[in-house]
């Protein structure tokens, strides 16, 4: 299974970025795909999960600003991210397994980098 992540740049304070990742090679539709995120001397935080039925779930850090989703027919999903603060900043990693925050398989990350 390969992940590709893609869509990391540059935003100022209050901006907004949109985060995808494809999922290929021998990928089955009803893993639960995710996202995490590790800031400089920071441990790895988990940001988000969508389910192969589409559930979704976020830490509290993000909820409310990030909404996470799938279109599981292309195995890709996406993380929106509103409302971005410096404290957003990191390298984002997307991720798919079994678990309900699935670090199984793991994709190269995406910086994202938000100016106050």
């Known amino acids: 299974v390969q992940l590709q992540a893609s869509g990391g740049g540059t935003v100022e304070a209050g901006g907004n970025l949109r985060l995808s990742c494809a999922a290929s090679g021998n990928f089955y539709s009803n893993y639960n795909m995710g996202w995490w995120r590790q800031a400089p001397a920071k441990e790895r935080e988990w940001v988000a999960t969508i389910s192969g039925t589409g559930r979704t779930d976020y830490a509290n850090s993000v909820n409310g600003r990030f909404t996470i989703s799938r279109d599981s027919a292309k195995n890709t999903i996406w993380l929106q991210m509103n409302m971005l603060n410096p404290e957003d900043t990191a390298v984002y990693f997307c991720?798919?397994?079994?678990?309900?925050?699935?670090?199984?398989?793991w994709g190269q990350g995406t910086q994202v980098t938000v100016s106050s």
């Open positions: 991720t798919a397994g079994v678990a309900s925050r699935p670090t199984y398989y």
